[in-house]
């Protein structure tokens, strides 16, 4: 696996592996809460929404002398609670038409593909099933036990690329799989829904089982809590342990970097067809003559909701006018009286208005 998947993958696994506050004794860590789970077959089959197996379907454009790696990682839970271990198993380089099999602990891993069709395309399934032999019955906390945690399938291709599985028309189960790679030829079938070619935010500190969607506010967390909790959580989970000091070895200027995620982007003039989708200058209606720039009043009526009689009587400036298929003008204004007119004018955010619905000043 490429050391860029590698590590995607590395914070994907702990996804939901622990909720904090991280004490065994809060309820909604009673039993670990990853994505991706394959549970034994007869828990499967009694539970609606359960799946005994995962499988990452794909197609690639490969050359004739190509191979198929996949690489199969998961969390394989021991003793009670959160307590688990990172698993892995690879089948492959595999010739395309090939299918190739192994025996895991409790469940089986498969990589096929098919020859190529006329256009070069070739379908690729990598799965994994588990085979766990257990009694009907079980409670989820049971179940869990027996279960493949975090399952993320990987394939790669030499000589090769994939297309795109949000437009290659597979099916996936249990997992979402997107390009992985900048020359696409890898996929990763995800327990959590990502875009084609993800990757860890900059402002990321490392691997503290949320992927980086919300570290500022896990962090804070961990840094109110009492040193028993602390002392609690790291004795339960050697794991959970070592994230808990990742995160507590935060300055205040690294805290501070997580907050927020909006760049500032220099202003760029428009381009032709941008101008072209603001509208019209003008429009005529029952004789009246509307121009960008005009001021309006506004005259919704009072006798539909509270926002149309907030509105009633205010007077508006035509931000834009648009036409649109069935010769309907549409009048998008800003509030002159809104203290937020100025922010509202500059983000596109406009009011819209029929004709009969204002008059002019």
């Known amino acids: 696996m490429n050391p860029g998947l590698e590590r995607l993958v590395d914070s994907l696994l702990y996804e939901g592996y622990a909720l904090y506050p991280y004490t065994p004794q809060t309820t909604k860590n009673a039993t670990p ?47 009670t609670g959160h307590k688990a271990i990172e698993e892995r198993a690879t089948l492959g380089p595999a010739a395309i038409g090939e299918r190739t099999t192994t025996e895991l602990p409790g469940g089986r891993f498969t990589l096929r593909s098919e020859p190529p069709d006329p256009d070069g395309r070739v379908r690729v399934r990598a799965c994994v099933h588990n085979t766990a032999d257990v009694p009907s019955g079980l409670d989820r906390g049971a179940a869990l036990s027996e279960s493949l945690l975090s399952v993320h399938l990987a394939v790669e291709v030499s000589g090769g690329r994939f297309v795109s599985p949000l437009e290659a028309g597979c099916e996936s189960v249990n997992l ?102 603001r509208g019209e200058q003008r429009a005529t ?6 121009a960008r720039g005009d001021t309006l009043v506004l005259r919704p009526g009072t006798d539909r909701d509270p926002f149309d009689r907030m509105l009633d009587g205010r007077r508006a400036t035509i931000e834009r006018i648009y036409i649109d298929y069935d010769d309907r003008v549409h009048l998008a204004v800003t509030v002159d009286d809104d203290p937020g007119q100025q922010l509202m004018r500059e983000t596109g955010r406009y009011l819209f208005f029929f004709a009969n619905e204002v008059e002019p000043a």
């Open 33 to 79: 809460t990853p994505f991706g789970i394959v549970y034994p077959p007869a828990y499967a089959a009694e539970c609606s929404g359960a799946h005994d197996h995962a499988r990452l379907e794909c197609v690639t454009v490969a050359r004739p002398d190509a191979t198929l790696t996949a690489t199969l990682r998961w969390l394989s839970p021991r003793g």
């Open 285 to 290: 209606i029952e004789g009246v003559t509307y």
């Open 176 to 277: 979402w799989p997107v390009l992985a790679a900048p020359a696409d030829d890898a996929v990763l079938g995800a327990g959590i829904v990502l875009p084609d070619h993800p990757r860890l935010s900059d402002a990321s500190h490392g691997n503290l089982f949320d992927n980086t969607e919300i570290e500022e506010a896990l962090v804070l967390h961990v840094n109110v809590l009492t040193d028993e909790e602390r002392a609690a959580a790291a004795g339960h989970d050697r794991v959970v342990g070592d994230m808990l000091e990742r995160a507590l070895a935060l300055g205040p200027e690294e805290i501070m970097s997580l907050h927020s995620g909006l760049t500032p982007v220099a202003p760029t003039p428009p381009t032709p067809a941008e101008l072209e989708i």
